[in-house]
């Protein structure tokens, strides 16, 4: 069966830190571009972080650079999020998804495959 399936969320008062997890089967992650985005109540979708397949090149949003780190472990057919310093604007359902190319990403576009998606809650 192929999935992805999100991981690692939960409540965490301002200035905590989590990482999330999304976990692929019956599929290879490595062989594909994969974004993480989230949202929020009342907003669009928003793409957080992307990492490339091919060279592992990152990009994040604005909003999060400097405080996300999205990173692959292909022997684990994973990729994390590692979230610090999160800020009450974080809480939002991140989920992650393939992206067929990083302009997708930009747009807010999933791929072929995509997980059911983790809460965040951050506190004041």
């Known amino acids: ?40 109540p009342g907003k669009e979708r928003e793409g957080v972080s992307y990492i490339s397949s091919s060279d592992g090149s990152t990009i994040y949003a604005d909003s999060v650079k400097g405080r ?6 292909n022997a684990k057919n994973t990729v994390y999020l590692q979230m610090n310093y999160l800020k009450p604007e974080d809480t939002a359902v ?25 809460q965040v809650t951050v506190s004041s």
């Open 68 to 73: 996300f780190t999205i990173s692959r472990d």
């Open 1 to 40: 069966q192929v999935q992805l399936v999100e991981s690692g969320g939960g409540l965490v008062q301002s200035g905590g830190s989590l990482r999330l997890s999304c976990a692929a089967s019956g599929f290879t992650l490595a062989y594909h571009d994969i974004g993480w985005f989230r949202q929020a």
């Open 94 to 118: 991140y989920y992650c998804a393939t992206v067929p190319t990083v302009t997708s990403w930009y747009l807010g576009y999933y791929g072929d495959y995509y997980g059911q998606g983790t």
